[in-house]
């Protein structure tokens, strides 16, 4: 899937930001945000990912040093 941005020409016809690899006659999918909902839906993320973050990392939260960790990850590089 490409995620494209476009300008409305008309109501029928688009111009996009960027060339895309389709050939001439081929159909695509085309999903519009109407921008209320684009503003409204992005604050609601923010305000869920804030919340999760704040639960995480959050005062209460404490610190943990190297010399607490019982099993090193040998997957994890520092």
């Known amino acids: 899937m490409v995620l494209v941005e476009a ?3 008309d109501s029928t016809h688009l111009e996009l930001s960027k060339p895309i690899a389709a050939r001439q006659g081929l159909t695509v999918f085309v999903s519009v945000v109407e921008s209320g909902q684009k503003d409204a839906e992005r604050q609601q993320w923010l305000a869920a990912s ?3 973050l704040q639960a995480a990392y959050g005062e209460s939260e404490p610190d943990y040093s190297a010399s607490m960790v019982r099993e090193n990850n040998p997957d994890y590089c520092t």
């Open 7 to 9: 300008k409305v020409v």
């Open 50 to 52: 804030a919340a999760s």
